[in-house]
């Protein structure tokens, strides 16, 4: 049976198994379906789905809104046989054996201590949450900060994973980029900055080390009103030392490969 696949990190995009794109023309729509493939429970009353997404409407204008919306999905989904969306008078529902959802495959991957589902765990997780979905309604405005705050907390978590295994390994380039990936979810972290400093230093890119140092500063006496700990100051200590070693070791190199240093003459 054909399979709807609904990517919802780093923004909404429905399509068909088979490749074909699903155009889910409104916000609310968007949301609806978002949340009912997504939820704890795979059935939910109608009164509840008014409440979620029409919750500043009266009661008979959100039911009215709910009819709509739901209309709106069936015109979309129900193409295929048999029907992904089941209704009745008081409850709706996703059959969800026909559904994948990188969120929910993320999820699962991100609980398996092992570096190739991390890694694809890792791949999945492209940004935020349903980016761009603003229904507009504070009870579902807060089921929605609470599923982002928890999966960005999931993904900080899958990243750090990453990056020990990567570490171990002596894979140096992956592991900056699940450090980056760090910093992308959680700017504020000094440590993970500190990780990324270490990384390039051990690749030699004692100038990217020391710009991500000076991001650490900026960011610390932004956000803070502090400096940098002391084990930041020790890896800028350790940049400047080995600039240091660097050009000296360079000027000798050049000194020996010049060949006006070397050359002495004809002999007498």
């Known amino acids: 049976m054909e399979r709807l696949v609904l ?5 909404f995009d429905a399509r068909w198994e088979s490749g074909p794109g699903v ?3 409104t916000q609310k729509a968007r949301a609806l379906l978002a949340y009912l493939a997504c939820s704890r429970s795979e059935r939910h009353s109608r009164d509840k789905l008014a409440a979620l997404l029409w919750g ?10 709910l009819r709509q919306g739901l209309y709106v999905l069936r015109s979309t989904l129900d193409s295929v046989m048999p029907r992904i969306l089941r209704c009745d008078s008081d409850s709706v529902a996703l059959d969800r054996s026909r559904l994948s959802v990188d969120s929910l495959e993320f999820e699962r991957l991100a609980h398996v201590d092992a570096q190739e589902a991390l890694e694809r765990a890792g791949d999945l997780y492209r940004g935020d949450f349903l980016v761009g979905i603003a229904a507009g309604n504070q009870t579902f405005e807060d089921w929605l900060r609470d599923e982002r705050d928890r999966l ?3 993904a900080f978590d899958v990243y750090g994973k990453l990056l020990a295994h990567q570490w171990k390994a002596g894979l140096l380039t992956k592991a900056i980029l699940s450090a980056q990936r760090l910093l992308a979810i959680d700017p504020l972290q000094e440590d993970a900055y500190q990780v990324l400093m270490r990384l390039y230093i051990a690749q030699g890119h004692l100038g990217a080390a020391r710009r991500q140092y000076q991001a650490c500063v ?3 006496h932004r956000e803070f009103g502090v400096g ?3 084990e930041t100051k020790a890896l800028l200590t350790e ?3 080995r600039r240091v070693v660097r050009k000296l070791r ?3 190199m050049d000194e020996v490969s010049d060949p006006l240093t070397t050359f002495e003459g004809p002999a007498a």
């Open 152 to 154: 960005n907390e999931l």
């Open 228 to 230: 940098p700990q002391s």
């Open 250 to 252: 360079d000027h000798v």
């Open 7 to 11: 990517s919802l990190l780093g923004g």
């Open 239 to 241: 940049i400047t030392s």
């Open 56 to 65: 500043d409407s009266e009661q008979g204008c959100a039911r009215h809104s």
């Open 23 to 25: 155009v889910v023309p």
């Open 218 to 220: 900026r960011m610390l």
